[in-house]
């Protein structure tokens, strides 16, 4: 439901003023928190009006969203170039099965890309395997495989790119393509680059999930997801998020709005910051291989360059020690970065990682890279001062070194 009157207008822009109608936020600048579970009606003829139309601006009852939770919705279907429509789910993981239940239906094939994030696999492998799905993975890297990968029973493909911690972009235009010609549905992690670093309709795609978790909330105190995609997808998505009670809470809603505002100077830095950490961390000794989607040389950077307008502080690296203790010490001497799971907050992470056990189509790390106990460090740029964020991993690799 974007407006009209905001189709020539840039996503910078449509940050600062998406989802703001007047008739949601009043005489103030973002929509207040409408904490709402019944809504009332003026008379039984309104009530009966009000089952007519079911779509985010009309009030009907709290499952279905009142003006904090249209707005912020709203506001992602602006950014998103093609789109119809957005719904809101309460997590990441949330979007992406309340997505994959919305097109699959027992005996389907889902191609899953080998690189997805872990639950993505766990759900491709156990709850849709339990509703009769059966998920095969294929190479992120190989288009001539992945296009053979379809059977008569393939009813979508699991996209993401650049994949979940070895930062692999694919040729998701090509990909969509294909499953677009075999009829297949494509559905597109798209957390890493958010709508503003990859608009995933416009490349074909027909599903674009994010976890609104990581840049959107931005500030690591919010759980959050959203799935775009033009109709008939979008009633789809819908109908199936209201038939499992999906709701998210309009505190959430309000404090994603906020994120959103100013999401696009946040990833700006963000990216500026990474490739710069990203460049260093590549002349040092300890580290084999960089795998930042910004950088030369990373598996699919010219991809990036070809499709994306923008990146963010997420990449990972591989250290050429296969001593874990040795990592250990790395990441338990830095006082700049927390440790923890997630992303895309403010503040910077870091976290041990091991992508090869989660790998079934192909071996990773792949030949001539690093070993097969190639030990993996992903970060995750804030905003701080770049310089501080250096000087903390310089102390990392003298913990390495002290043993
Ligand atoms: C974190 C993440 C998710 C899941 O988001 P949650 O809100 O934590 O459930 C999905 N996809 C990717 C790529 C992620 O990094």
Redesign the pocket.
Known sequence: MAKDKHDDIRPATRLVTGGRRPEWTGAVVNPPVWRASTHLYEDTAALKEGKKGNRDGRFFYGRRGAPTQWALAEALTELEPGAAGTVLYP????A?SGALLAVLKPGDVLLVTDNA?D??RTMATGLLKRFGVEARFFDPLDLDAFADAFCDRTRAVML?SPG?LTMEVCDVPAMAAIARDKGAVSLL?N??ASSLGFAALKHGCDIAIQ?L??HVGGHSDL???SATAAEPWHTRLRRTAQALGHVVSPDDAALATRGLRTMGIRLRQETESALALAEWLETRPEVGKVMCPMLPGSPGHELWKRDFTGGCGLFSFLLTTDDDAARARFIDALDLFGIGY??GGFESLALPVDPAFDRTATPWPPAGWAGDKALAIRLSIGLEDPDDLRADLERGFAAMENT
């Open positions: 997590s990441g993981v949330a992406l994030y639950p993505t993401e979940s992690d957390t890493w976890a978790t990581k759980m959050m997801g997630s992303w």
